[in-house]
């Protein structure tokens, strides 16, 4: 057990572990009824309980993703990301996430977690925060933005996106997928439907990844200003 480790992040296909002093380690779990016994069996294995790091943050990459405003009732919330994807009380927990911009703006991410999963990540370790991946892309995209700005980042598996008008956010959204056309599909669809335009707005793509650089390749025959 390396103590150094301070982020676990949580995907539909297991988790990867965060050392600041190393690469990162992924943990692939089959899909199947015991999914959740083999990921808890695969954490204590590999992150133990005798030895916990002393502050521990779980990123939980979802696409059951809600963006709210930050005067959204308590008592409210819940019941809205109920009501935008199918679930019961059994089967997740619902995490509220404030975040405020650079920009002073704030808002709220609301996304669910497997309720086992979070209850166990409390019961055997201590200082376990939750958060969305999106939180950073958020913060990010604020500082870069400009004029009418649809901000993008991806990875091998996932890309997440959210659009800035004169750097006040409207808008964010993730997908699950490790295609590359797949990701070109998902950009200039969102970009069409929230009706930019080509020749006049902007598309930030984050990154140096290989999935950024074909996100920019691809994207620039249709937008005039791509950037990163």
Not at 20 to 37: H, K, L, N, V
Not at 136 to 158: F, H, I, P, T
Request: charged content about 20%.
């Amino acid at each position: 057990m390396n103590s150094n480790i301070s982020t676990i992040r949580f995907s539909p296909d297991g988790f990867c572990l965060y050392d600041p002093t190393t690469e990162p380690a992924s943990y692939d779990i089959a899909p199947g009824p015991e999914f959740i016994e083999h990921m808890q069996e695969a954490l204590l294995e590999n992150l133990p309980t005798a030895t916990p790091p002393e502050a521990l943050c779980c990123e939980i990459e979802t696409t059951r993703l809600v963006l709210l405003p930050p005067d959204t009732k308590k008592s409210l919330i819940e019941e809205m990301y109920r009501l935008t994807f199918v679930t019961t009380e059994d089967e997740e927990h619902i995490i509220t996430q404030p975040v405020t911009l650079s920009t002073g703006q704030e808002v709220i991410l609301c996304f669910g977690f497997s309720k086992s999963l979070y209850n166990f990540m409390l019961r055997n370790y201590e200082n376990v925060t939750f958060s969305h991946p999106m939180a950073s892309l958020l913060e990010k995209g604020a500082d870069m933005a400009q004029g009418n700005c649809l901000v993008v980042r991806c990875d091998a598996r996932y890309l997440e996106m959210a659009l800035f008008r004169n750097k006040e956010l409207h808008f964010c959204n993730s997908y699950h997928t490790s295609q590359a056309e797949n990701r070109t599909y998902y950009v200039m669809n969102t970009w069409q439907q929230l009706e930019l335009d080509q020749i006049s707005d902007y598309l930030l793509v984050l990154g140096s990844n290989n999935e950024a650089l074909q996100v920019r390749a691809s994207t620039h025959r249709f937008i005039k200003h791509v950037f990163s």
